[in-house]
């Protein structure tokens, strides 16, 4: 997943909203990524989705468990473990030259 990590580090979010069940973001540079699974929020509430705007991606960690966004300082936290799916897909990415990344 390390092109995914490439792909999001340094990204300027331009739009950050739920939609229906889950998690939908849009980049500056045209991107889009949307998140299926279970998240949980440092230094900011994820009622307040919307504040992460203008935030950049910093840096991305993984575990075995865990995907961590940090956003300035901002973190979302996306479950990876099997009690955290919803669904099948954890997450996607969609670049704006149509190529699409699936976390599974």
Same mark, same amino acid.
């Given at each position: 997943?390390?092109?995914?990590?490439?792909? &999001?580090?340094?990204?300027?979010?331009?739009?950050?909203?739920? *939609?229906?069940?889950?998690?939908?973001?849009?980049?500056?540079?045209?991107?889009?990524?949307?998140?299926?699974?279970?998240?949980?929020?440092?230094?900011?509430? &994820?009622?307040?989705?919307?504040?992460?705007?203008?935030?950049?991606? *910093?840096? *991305?960690?993984?575990?075995?468990?865990?995907?961590?966004?940090?956003?300035?300082?901002?973190? &979302?936290?996306?479950?990876?473990?099997?009690?955290?799916?919803?669904?099948?897909?954890?997450?996607?990415?969609?670049?704006?030259?149509?190529?699409?990344?699936?976390?599974?």
């Amino acid at each position: 997943m390390q092109i995914l990590f490439n792909r &999001l580090t340094g990204s300027k979010l331009k739009i950050a909203e739920f *939609i229906h069940d889950y998690i939908h973001m849009q980049f500056e540079n045209e991107s889009v990524s949307n998140i299926f699974n279970k998240v949980t929020t440092f230094n900011f509430e &994820l009622k307040n989705l919307s504040d992460l705007k203008g935030r950049t991606i *910093i840096s *991305i960690e993984s575990s075995e468990n865990l995907l961590s966004l940090d956003l300035e300082g901002k973190i &979302l936290n996306v479950g990876i473990s099997e009690f955290d799916y919803v669904g099948p897909e954890a997450l996607d990415f969609k670049g704006k030259d149509g190529e699409l990344i699936v976390w599974r």
